[in-house]
């Protein structure tokens, strides 16, 4: 069974710094996987798709990668500002139509 | 850009009524989701659909039901809600089919049952 994980659970930085968030799945059978952020009492925003034929995604100053044989995502962030403070989950499908999500990283950017 | 509406933000209900989730997605996507997010946790899928009057249970079904007349439109129908179907709920659409199968979400409809 997929299971997906994020850590940390949560994550305070200051303004400016590059940072890394993690995603570890146990089954590399993948699809596609997908990044989101989501902003207190909202909905989710969809950031970076990875399909299972590419390495990384890039939007901005988002940069996804996904490894498959080491069950491994990661989304940087460069240049950090209070403004990316939100909730980031990443989710995957195997190719059926079901994602399985992760719990999230709760960051906080300090002024 | 993929727009995904629900038709309310905040809803109150009591205890037996009958409630009515309805979301519209204007991509022609083939897909659509209901999902419930709940402190710890995390997003749950309630029912999905694939088609037009197709659908099929998600881990947590119980307590509800989806109606798929039309493919833009997917509702979640409470028969007779209660105090534990208090949540946040989130609809999502993807296509094409054979694409991505990139997921977008509409802005949520945070359920309190009284």
């Known amino acids: 069974k997929q299971e997906v994980t994020q850590i940390p659970a949560a994550l305070s930085v200051p303004e400016g710094e590059n940072l890394v968030l993690n995603c570890s799945f146990t089954?590399?059978?993948?699809?596609?996987l997908q990044w989101f952020r989501q902003d207190p009492g909202k909905g989710l925003t969809s950031l970076l798709l990875?399909?299972?034929?590419?390495r990384e995604q890039t939007s901005g100053r988002l940069n996804a990668s996904l490894d498959k044989s080491s069950g491994r995502s990661t989304l940087y962030i460069a240049a950090s500002q209070p403004g990316d403070s939100a909730t980031y989950l990443c989710?995957?499908?195997?190719?059926?139509?079901?994602?399985?999500f992760g719990t999230g990283t709760r960051l906080k950017v300090l002024a | 850009d993929v727009k995904v509406t629900q038709s309310s933000r905040y809803l109150v209900k009591r205890t037996g009524e009958k409630v009515f989730l309805e979301c519209v997605q204007d991509?022609?996507?083939?897909?659509m989701f209901w999902y419930r997010q709940d402190p710890g946790l995390g997003l749950r899928l309630i029912y999905f659909?694939?088609?037009?009057?197709?659908?099929e249970k998600g881990d947590i079904p119980e307590g509800y039901s989806v109606s798929r007349e039309k493919k833009e439109r997917f509702s979640l129908i409470l028969e007779s809600a209660s105090t534990n179907q208090t949540s946040m709920y989130l609809c999502?659409?993807?296509?094409?089919?054979?694409?991505?199968?990139?997921?977008?979400f509409g802005p949520g409809t945070r359920l309190t049952v009284l």
């Open positions: 990875i399909q299972s034929s590419q």
């Open positions: 989710a995957l499908t195997s190719g059926t139509y079901k994602y399985i």
């Open positions: 991509m022609d996507h083939e897909n």
């Open positions: 999502a659409s993807s296509g094409p089919r054979g694409g991505p199968n990139e997921q977008f």
């Open positions: 659909s694939y088609d037009v009057k197709m659908k």
């Open positions: 089954d590399s059978a993948i699809y596609n």
